[in-house]
């Protein structure tokens, strides 16, 4: 199972590359487009920081800080192997985000954003989605799912 998770992350990560480089070509000349209305819209935005745009310039701290991470995420896939095949998509969200927009800070200095809807303010991209979804479900696997948290309940 790790290692069909990191073939998972992987193609995410290609996906999100692939993405952006539609973004650079088509959307960057023209800056904005209005997808639906102003609900949501396509817009390009160069990111040189975190989240909502915190901490711009400080890309070499992030990406020291996600290679940890990541490298979290694939040394508890390969040596506590859960069972649950949730975590692995979990997983796989992950490290397919963090990669994707790894690829970003390394070889641009920004994370290439796009999508942006008004009932929610950054501008964010596929990678951004990934991440956060992951993170989420992380956050139900380990409060409902992980045998860690269970054998507590049972003390």
Do not use: H
């Amino acid at each position: 199972m790790p290692a069909i998770a990191l073939i998972i992350g992987a193609l995410i990560a290609i996906i999100d590359q692939v993405i952006k480089l539609l973004v650079v070509n088509y959307l960057k000349p023209v800056g904005t487009v209005n997808v639906i209305g102003d609900v949501f819209k396509l817009t390009y935005v160069e990111n040189r920081g975190v989240a909502f745009g915190m901490f711009q310039g400080m890309q070499w701290v992030f990406v020291i800080i996600t290679v940890i991470m990541l490298a979290a995420v694939i040394y508890l896939m390969f040596k506590r192997r859960p069972k649950n095949k949730f975590f692995y998509v979990i997983s796989a969200l992950i490290i397919g985000g963090g990669i994707g927009n790894l690829i970003d800070r390394v070889f641009y200095g920004y994370v290439i954003d796009y999508l942006s809807l008004s009932f929610f303010p950054p501008v964010c991209n596929f990678a951004d989605y990934c991440i956060t979804i992951g993170v989420f479900l992380l956050a139900i696997y380990l409060l409902f799912f992980s045998e860690s948290f269970k054998k507590k309940k049972g003390s």
